[in-house]
């Protein structure tokens, strides 16, 4: 079936570090990817996505190429924030929703 | 606000009790979704509905059952209830394949 895995946390980087969480996924068919974010005391929101090989999703800061052939999906941010502490899933849809176990990142002052 | 709406946003318990979780769907939204979400377990699947009727099931004990109403808002019914029943337990809805979930901004259970 299709599986999500993603780096284990937790992440500590200092503010205005460069920023990468690796995911990678096993799936049959052409599925979608998604980065999604949960902020403390808060449900997941949705960072970006990319529906397609090739395409890269981005929003705030945060980026991710849809890498087919790596089958990857790693998400990046050139500057990260005190308030981009949080943690972030890596999901694929293909017939249904899979996420990844989620990464906590911390992001010193 | 992700427009989708659940209900209480905190609940405590007492073991062996049943409660009810509500999720209104984001608008036009057909699909439901129910995930557990715990320290130890990550987040977990519970059962999905799509338009009223159940989808596709996933990790959801028997002494969990859920139900998607004609007004599209969506019921999850916990009974029997232990300590590791604890947990945030998360509402999301979908429109179009792939989209996307919406999610809401949980139930935290806690079972004492």
């Known amino acids: 079936g299709n599986s999500v895995t993603q780096m284990e946390g937790p992440v500590t980087l200092s503010e205005e570090a460069f920023l990468t969480i690796n995911c990678t996924y096993t799936?049959?068919?052409?599925?979608?990817l998604f980065w999604y974010v949960q902020y403390p005391g808060e449900g997941l929101q949705l960072l970006l996505k990319?529906?397609?090989?090739?395409d890269k999703g981005s929003n705030k800061g945060f980026e991710a190429t849809y890498r087919k052939e790596t089958t990857s999906f790693h998400l990046e941010k050139g500057s990260v924030q005190v308030s981009d502490s949080a943690v972030y899933f890596c999901a694929l849809y293909g017939q249904n929703f899979v996420f990844g176990p989620g990464t906590r990142l911390s992001v010193l002052p | 606000d992700s427009g989708v709406t659940q209900t209480p946003k905190h609940l405590i318990t007492a073991t062996g009790q049943r409660v009810t979780l509500r999720c209104s769907p984001r608008?036009?939204?057909?699909?439901v979704y129910w995930y557990q979400q715990s320290l130890d377990q990550g987040l977990q699947f519970l059962i999905q509905?799509?338009?009223?009727?159940?989808?596709a099931k996933g990790n959801i004990l028997e002494r969990f059952s859920a139900q998607q109403f004609p007004d599209l808002h969506s019921e999850l019914n916990l009974s029997s209830l232990e300590l590791g029943d604890s947990a945030l337990y998360f509402c999301?809805?979908?429109?179009?394949?792939?989209?996307?979930?919406?999610f809401g901004s949980g139930t935290r259970l806690t079972v004492v």
């Open positions: 999301a809805s979908s429109g179009v394949r792939g989209t996307g979930y919406t």
């Open positions: 608008s036009g939204d057909l699909s």
């Open positions: 799936a049959t068919g052409y599925p979608s």
């Open positions: 509905y799509y338009n009223g009727e159940e989808r």
């Open positions: 990319a529906t397609k090989a090739d």
